[in-house]
């Protein structure tokens, strides 16, 4: 981003008020990059520069500010300003403003707005975070079955400039149900004369308000929608989820699963402007869980001290050992978290899985077993390499089945699968890992029981 | 799926040859979800049933097909079979058919289709995997600049059964180079006398041919296009990346980095039925090159060998404290390694996170500090509360950096940042954790040096 060039030709610009210098070049931009460069400057000059813009354009830069500059910017504006952009952004980015201002600015804002915009901005505003109501928006277009194509032509070029998305076209019966669909492609590649009943599809994809808002994404993506029309519990029309917005939902979406993969909380904004509290916060509560886990390895240890005392050379390997089951293991459950996620992989799977994964983590079990043994017999002998290559296959076997496991027993407990984290499966495996180690190492070393 | 159904109803008029009702059955589903029931059947008689489709049909459903199922369904095909299916295909799923076919079937299919299609398809089929020019399509719409939007609808019109998209309108000079775009609405939003140059907008977003994929989906998402032009290095058009695309490769990248932070090599298709061997093949290898990095840590503790003789009671803290030291950094690797991947992080942003991160990683560290202390304090008595509380706050301090920084190296050494695995963050903190740990026991606890 041109910070540079910003702070030095457009500051001169705007000192000197040279109000059409600020605009030409404030206009070479698109919204989304201009949003990006007003969040390198202070909020005053961001929200002066926003106000340079025309308010079509400005209203559209506002829309890619992350909701903390949304909330100081609308703070240093008055409420006529806040309702003039309300009007202009998009519903949905519309209702996410409400989200962000104080409840008591709702009336006052909400009041300069007419009636019909102010209702459907409200209802937006309702539904629950994270569901389909959430990411849909109100300003589709419907077209009714009876008319012909030339007339629904007309029709669509008339209210074009108040939708977000004008190529895929639904129709409606009296009661609002959504009976059928068409694009805008097949609306100009039909004869003029044509009926909109006779030409549209009445089989479609639709989603509940309800429905989780990544499962939404998920319907686009697999049937390559535009556009995926959401109905309430009557199957009323209410809205429609647009394939820019799902894209964005899968992102997120991605990068939620990695966190959780890696025992970090969802946050809500970008990781780089995210506050020293709120990472600690996300951070903090599984590595405190972890410590627990990793208790258990302790104690087992300590459980077997006689035999560490005995065979000090052990504890060279158990570093190697119990980190290999718990790499097997968060490999086993990073592909099936990652495929339940894309849908590859459905919860019935887990039994053709499981037969594959015994196979593979054989495989691996031995491979690593035999290199392990040559360095087990270099530093020990042979009954200690017996004792780690035996102890590997094991190891490498139990983490494996435990990573695989996990997500499909998180899911039956009605959590989320991402919960089985790396960290999570190391620290399970590693306790195992001791466990199966010493015990293994008692019984060949012929060691009485501690 | 209705899997059962297929099984009963299907097979049934398969068998009495009743062309109508399977025909009739197969047409309720969308194309995706026909292409996922063919997998559920023998090739022979998924092959039975895509050819009872009409060809268009046929086609769509193939395009949904993973590669090894092409690749069996083209074997069973004659080549006229093939080259109509090639014929029907988006262009670039042409393309991609091209390279399942063997290459001794590549002229004897193409020579039954039309000499410009085939010059566009064997050009499409010749970029390099991984590019932009690989996923790009040849079937896209272009106006002259010079006719009035009126003329310009007919020619859309016209042209739509062979665009992949028509949303999307470019215009190019008489060397084909790009001059300017404009949608489909502003097209039926203008007069229909107005000229296509004085309405089209000639600042847009494109990419280059060579350039990655995941950075062409990167700049569809983020300015929310339905298509973005590919130029070859004369700025002349070649190609559109439609969103849908763009779509399908955010997901296959978010897959193959979830993948690689788990050290699994990336996995050409679906992890459910990936081969027993490729599954092993892709994840032998970062285990045992971390059972080398685990060496070290073996190494380490075989150093101190004395010092755990003589305080056994450390051993049962060693999981816990390195545990923890691999899990802050394993949180570190993934926030850094994802915001790259976002666009959120940029390489230069590596000082203000190093900054943030030792703010955290000393939250961090005090707080587990704390709560390892009370248990050291129990076990070992003051001495080793005070040994564990130190070891948990530097080897936080220290996993959580290299968590931090070796995304950052790995970019600078020109390798994926991705590669910053947790288990390779892990097993670098397991290795630095036991030398701290030991070093400070022995500085605390007034050992002598090994």
Avoid at 400 to 427: K, Q
Wanted: aromatic fraction near 8%.
């Amino acid at each position: 981003m041109p910070t540079a060039i910003l702070n030095d030709y457009l500051r001169r610009a705007i000192e000197r008020k040279d109000y059409q210098a600020v605009l030409q070049f404030l206009e070479e931009f698109q919204a989304v990059d201009l949003a990006e460069l007003l969040q390198t400057v202070p909020v005053d000059a961001a929200r002066e520069l926003l106000m340079y813009l025309p308010v079509v354009q400005r209203a559209s830069v506002f829309g890619h500010l992350p909701v903390d500059w949304q909330s100081q910017l609308t703070t240093a504006m008055t409420d006529k300003e806040v309702s003039q952009l309300l009007r202009h952004l998009d519903a949905d980015e519309g209702a996410d403003l409400l989200h962000v201002l104080p409840e008591n600015r709702h009336d006052r804002v909400l009041r300069k707005i007419a009636h019909a915009e102010r209702e459907a901005l409200r209802r937006l505003a309702s539904y629950e975070e994270g569901t389909a109501g959430a990411i849909m928006t109100s300003d589709y277009m419907t077209v009714p079955a009876e008319i012909t194509v030339g007339k629904a032509l007309d029709v669509i070029r008339k209210s074009a400039p108040n939708a977000e998305l004008i190529y895929q076209i639904y129709t409606v019966d009296a009661q609002y149900r959504l009976i059928g669909t068409l694009s805008l492609r097949e609306l100009i590649m039909n004869k003029p004369e044509a009926r909109i009943k006779d030409v549209m599809t009445t089989e479609m994809v639709k989603t509940k308000l309800s429905a989780k808002q990544e499962d939404a994404a998920k319907l686009i993506s697999r049937y390559d929608l535009l556009s995926l029309p959401v109905v309430d519990d009557d199957e009323r029309l209410v809205g429609i989820i647009t394939y820019d917005d799902a894209m964005d939902v899968a992102e997120a979406e991605a990068t939620e699963d990695m966190h959780k993969g890696a025992t970090i909380g969802p946050l809500a904004g970008n990781f780089r402007d995210a506050r020293l509290f709120t990472l600690y916060r996300k951070r903090i509560v599984w590595l405190l869980l972890l410590v627990f886990g990793n208790l258990i390895s302790g104690a087992g240890i300590a459980y077997y001290e006689n035999i560490i005392a005995a065979y000090v050379v052990l504890v060279f390997f158990l570093p190697l050992l119990i980190g290999s089951g718990g790499n097997a293991g968060s490999q086993a459950a990073t592909l099936v978290v990652r495929g339940i996620a894309t849908g590859d992989v459905t919860i019935s799977d887990w039994r053709k899985l499981l037969l594959k994964e015994i196979a593979v983590a054989s495989g691996l079990g031995l491979t690593m077993a035999a290199a392990v043994s040559l360095i087990g017999a270099y530093r020990g002998g042979f009954d200690i390499a017996w004792v780690v290559a035996l102890s590997m296959i094991c190891i490498v076997m139990i983490g494996s089945l435990v990573g695989l496991c996990l997500p499909f027993i998180l899911n039956r407990l009605g959590w989320d699968p991402a919960t089985a984290s790396a960290p999570l499966v190391t620290t399970l495996a590693d306790a195992s890992g001791v466990l199966i180690y010493f015990w293994i190492a008692a019984w060949i070393l012929h060691l009485p029981a501690p």
